[in-house]
């Protein structure tokens, strides 16, 4: 597109992915009307946080939004977009406005994945489900977790030292398909020593009636609680994009940087992007971040803009122990170590991929998170 004619532009989402988006515009030099949706009514907040530390917090959550925004749009919070016309550049909202644009970014994010339609099945993804858990952990319920990932084990990580009884049914050995055998062993021995009871088994069933549900294995063997928590992915919100040929097998394909069409990016989780193994998500924090500031240089600048060079990085708190990981998960075999030794203290740990590139991770080591980068480095 002509990038002197961007006047307008709409950003549909107001998490990190289009805050960042919103921001970077500004720092890129749009001086336009600029308008971002939100169908939450809360202010941007801290996600991750929702499945760490916040569920024991004393404090409100909403203490926990990020910094006042500073780009000086126009935000319609509490309304969602229900359709987006690319011929006529309009995005259309539930209570019928139609707001037109000549630059639009997609930044609607995922929900969790359900297994049942079942009032009784909780899950965490937003600011007010973190609110509702909380109210019922005051309570020391019986808790039922289902998903053995990072989300997962945060959940049962939290609601154990809420005090808490807590069972987590996992495919396989906790955390093993995101972070590889050799960390998952880390958090799984912790998450045993405070008393998480793991249950391995096949995919699970959410099954019953309302105010009676449970958790069927493969085995036969079922599982009730009093609060029955399931992690167990996330699905794009893209269904506001029907009819408009953006989407391809539930998420929006873009270009290295960032753009679906010309004028129209998508970042975040419902965003596909470039990699090595074709176009993928990564709904990862930091991908959003970086995606988002690509997106919208590429919007202000057109091709003059870089793509999107991005290294993952990730973290989770659980148990009592932290990490901090750069470069791809999960990582096969036993780590060099460039500080530490093995054992269950603090380390600084490499893993050579598969691929030629490193994954340094940081084990209950405090480092910031440059100086980690820099150990996927090769040596000159």
Same mark, same amino acid.
């Given at each position: 597109?002509?990038?002197?004619?961007?006047?307008?532009?709409?950003?549909?989402?107001?998490?990190?992915?289009?805050?960042?988006?919103?921001?970077?515009?500004?720092?890129?030099?749009?001086?336009?009307?600029?308008?971002?949706?939100?169908?939450?009514?809360?202010?941007?907040?801290?996600?991750?946080? +929702?499945?760490? &530390? +916040?569920?024991?917090?004393?404090?409100? +959550?909403?203490? /926990?939004?990020?910094?006042?925004?500073?780009?000086?749009?126009?935000?319609?919070?509490?309304?969602?977009?229900?359709?987006?016309?690319?011929?006529?550049?309009?995005?259309?909202?539930?209570?019928?406005?139609?707001?037109?644009?000549?630059?639009?970014?997609?930044?609607?994010?995922?929900?969790?994945?359900?297994?049942?339609?079942?009032?009784?099945?909780?899950?965490?993804?937003? *600011?007010?489900?973190?609110?509702?858990?909380?109210?019922?952990?005051?309570?020391?319920?019986?808790?039922?977790?289902?998903?053995?990932?990072?989300?997962?084990?945060?959940?049962?990580?939290?609601?154990?030292?809420?005090?808490?009884?807590?069972?987590?049914?996992?495919?396989?050995?906790?955390?093993?398909?995101?972070?590889?055998?050799?960390?998952?062993?880390?958090? *799984? @021995?912790? $998450?045993?020593?405070?008393? +998480?009871?793991?249950?391995?088994?096949?995919?699970?069933?959410?099954?019953?009636?309302?105010?009676?549900?449970?958790?069927?294995?493969?085995?036969?063997?079922?599982?009730?609680?009093?609060?029955?928590?399931?992690?167990?992915?996330?699905?794009?919100? @893209?269904?506001? *994009? &029907?009819?408009?040929?953006?989407?391809?097998?539930?998420?929006?394909?873009?270009?290295?940087?960032?753009? $679906?069409?010309?004028?129209?990016?998508?970042?975040?989780?419902?965003?596909?992007?470039?990699? $090595?193994?074709?176009?993928?998500?990564?709904?990862? =924090?930091?991908?959003?971040?970086?995606?988002?500031?690509?997106?919208?240089?590429?919007?202000? /600048?057109?091709?003059?803009?870089?793509?999107? &060079?991005?290294?993952?990085?990730?973290?989770?708190?659980?148990?009592?122990?932290?990490?901090? $990981?750069?470069?791809?998960?999960?990582?096969?075999?036993?780590?060099?170590?460039?500080?530490?030794?093995?054992?269950?203290?603090?380390?600084?740990?490499? =893993?050579?991929?598969?691929?030629?590139?490193?994954?340094?991770?940081?084990?209950?080591?405090?480092?910031?998170?440059?100086?980690?980068?820099?150990?996927?480095?090769?040596?000159?």
């Amino acid at each position: 597109m002509n990038t002197a004619a961007l006047k307008r532009v709409v950003v549909v989402g107001n998490g990190i992915a289009g805050l960042t988006a919103a921001h970077t515009l500004r720092e890129a030099g749009f001086g336009g009307e600029l308008t971002v949706v939100g169908d939450e009514p809360h202010p941007a907040y801290s996600r991750p946080a +929702l499945s760490k &530390a +916040l569920l024991l917090d004393g404090d409100d +959550l909403t203490s /926990h939004t990020l910094p006042p925004a500073s780009h000086g749009a126009s935000e319609l919070l509490g309304v969602r977009a229900t359709g987006l016309d690319p011929e006529r550049r309009l995005v259309t909202l539930a209570d019928g406005t139609a707001l037109p644009y000549d630059g639009v970014v997609l930044a609607t994010g995922s929900r969790a994945r359900r297994l049942s339609g079942l009032p009784d099945e909780v899950t965490l993804r937003g *600011l007010d489900d973190a609110l509702a858990l909380r109210r019922r952990l005051a309570e020391r319920p019986r808790v039922l977790v289902v998903g053995g990932g990072p989300l997962g084990m945060e959940i049962a990580s939290g609601c154990l030292a809420a005090g808490c009884d807590v069972t987590l049914v996992s495919q396989g050995p906790p955390l093993a398909a995101q972070l590889g055998p050799h960390l998952a062993r880390v958090f *799984l @021995t912790a $998450a045993r020593e405070r008393g +998480l009871t793991v249950v391995q088994g096949g995919p699970a069933r959410v099954e019953g009636r309302p105010g009676d549900a449970r958790v069927t294995l493969d085995d036969g063997t079922v599982l009730r609680a009093e609060v029955l928590l399931t992690a167990v992915g996330d699905v794009p919100n @893209t269904e506001w *994009l &029907a009819g408009t040929g953006l989407v391809v097998n539930g998420a929006v394909p873009v270009d290295t940087r960032g753009l $679906a069409r010309p004028g129209i990016a998508a970042v975040g989780d419902l965003a596909a992007i470039p990699t $090595a193994q074709g176009p993928r998500r990564v709904p990862l =924090w930091s991908s959003a971040v970086d995606q988002a500031k690509a997106a919208a240089r590429a919007l202000v /600048h057109g091709a003059d803009a870089p793509p999107l &060079a991005f290294q993952p990085y990730f973290w989770t708190e659980q148990f009592g122990r932290t990490l901090k $990981a750069v470069g791809h998960l999960p990582a096969a075999g036993e780590p060099e170590y460039a500080a530490g030794e093995p054992g269950d203290g603090p380390a600084l740990m490499t =893993w050579r991929q598969g691929d030629g590139s490193t994954t340094a991770v940081a084990l209950d080591h405090r480092i910031p998170v440059p100086r980690l980068r820099r150990l996927t480095r090769a040596p000159a």
